[in-house]
């Protein structure tokens, strides 16, 4: 069983930084996909990013591109998403997600396992 637990969320002003930690344990995580999405209210959940474990191959979403960094830990199985520039429309629940495959990893329903999720609130 995976265990996901994130951290780091909070309330911050528009053009700040902020990084979220997802720490996970339960499995050696070496051929899974790990990924961030995030919800709104009244929202779908959307693809933030994600990365394959074994080769730390990146994926964004194309509102974070250029923006957000997602990263990873080997030896302490954690992982990161690092937020510069947080604009109000970033406002969301952030959920870290695993899966043991690599395909399709924008998809939230394919995603096995899932943090609790964390609050991440930009003020204009």
């Known amino acids: 069983q995976v265990q996901l637990v994130e951290s780091g969320g909070g309330l911050v002003q528009a053009g700040d930084s902020l990084r979220l930690s997802c720490a996970a344990s339960?499995?050696?995580?070496?051929?899974?996909?790990l990924g961030w999405f995030r919800q709104a209210p009244g929202k779908e959940r959307e693809f933030v990013a994600a990365i394959r474990w074994s080769i730390s191959s990146t994926y964004y979403g194309d509102s974070v591109k250029g923006r957000f960094t997602i990263s990873r830990d080997n030896a302490q199985d954690i992982m990161y998403l690092q937020m510069n520039s947080l604009k109000p429309e970033d406002t969301a629940v952030y959920y870290c997600a695993a899966k043991s495959d690599s395909g399709n990893y924008y998809r939230w329903d394919l995603f096995d396992y899932w943090g609790q999720g964390t609050q991440v609130t930009v003020s204009s």
């Open positions: 339960g499995r050696t995580f070496s051929w899974y996909t």
